[in-house]
């Protein structure tokens, strides 16, 4: 599976959705995801690719992970990836 | 002052899931209590307990609320779920406002503790699931039952050992008889079962390795439980105005406290408790003909409690009956006092008092009448129950036939 396809994954069953009704385009708040389903979808997101997330849930905004689309979250998590794959 | 009664009783317990199967099985005199299944129960020296079994959580629950849940709130939620579906009470408007939920419980979640603590120490992880928190609060069942019943009025749980569900009970019965709220659900759950919170116990070296025998002489420890039991207790006219079938009475309580050791009991503490409890609730000592121990099966708690009684209750001591049924559903601890409570429902509603099992020799420093070994029909007016913990800290309820 690609990044983007696991990512479409673990964001369908937090929002209790087929991963076909999760779009590229699609935000967290319009799959009807709130805060404790952010907070454990980005637990998911490190599980997963074995990364560190740098995400702040007192202020997400200000955190260094872009959040606002799908396509967002899979372009932070390639960034990620390929920063701290030397790291591991 | 109001009067208030129990409208609604739930459990999960080693005896069954339900009121039903629980009073059934301590009547017919069952044991519980059996060999612990969980992870690495091999390196435990106390492999016995009164495990829940059959509990199917995944079917009750859904995923989110499963991550969220430990152990001990799914069994008070769906003991809440059959109390309240008893009761008949549909939390709304004022009645939602002003009744709220106090539950005892002495470790909270102590599994999703043991399952995190290996995740990180054992296995070397460095990550955990967010909710790990929310999970393990101690008061993560009591919030879990206000949101499920909109019960907005006040709210907490109580942590005294193996008194915390007297406490809590005590707590709700104070709230609902001063007119503070017309209805309290109350009550308390344990969920300890796991290495390390078996591990624990059994560093103090008071856990029996075969069976709880409470008050006989061969007596060789406690054996611990787990489970919820959750009530309603609603003011008299509140449940009689909307024809709730009412299941007792709350009649008084009293709480001391022995300030003497951490760990061991006090007969004077455990007398002050019993006292105040026939004082508050108005009544004779010689009106009591049932008590449910406190019973642990240990050394110190049982000849204590008995030469209390004694105290308390002088020669009618001889007349009354006393029971001790963790000797099958184990040691609740923190909840303990709450699945107790059932056996003085059973006593006063249905003339059914429930046996001390496992009772094989009589012991002079025990010399009551235990109801050892099987059931008995007996019509009583008025029960107690005692509750004495580690700490010191004991909670004794007292409950009336209601007529």
Redesign the interface.
Known sequence: MSVKDKVIAIIAEQAVLEPSDVTMDSTLESLGIDSLGLVESIFAIEEEFDISVPFNANDPSESDFDISTVASIVAGIEKLMAEQKDTV | MKRVVITGAGTVNALGHNVADTLEAMREGRCGIGPLEFQDVDRLAIRIGGQVRGFEAEGLYN??QM?LYDRFTQFTLAAAKEAIAQSGLIFSGTLSAKSGVVLGTAGGGVSTWDANYRSVYEEGKN?V???VVPKLMNNAAASHVSMEYNLKGPSFTVSTACASSNHAMAQAFQMVRSGMAPAMVTGGSESMLCFGGVKAWEGLRVMSRDACRPFSANRNGMVQGEGAGIFVFEEMEHARKRGAEILCEVAGFAMSSDASDIVMPSKNGAARAMAGALADAQVNAGEVGYINAHGTGTAANDKTECAAVADVFGQHADKLMISSTKSMHGHLIGGTGAVELLACIMALRDGVIAPTIGYEEPDPECALDVVPNEARDASVDVVLSNAFAFGGMNAVLALRKFA
Do not use: K
């Open positions: 995923r989110q991550s990550r699931h967010p909710f």
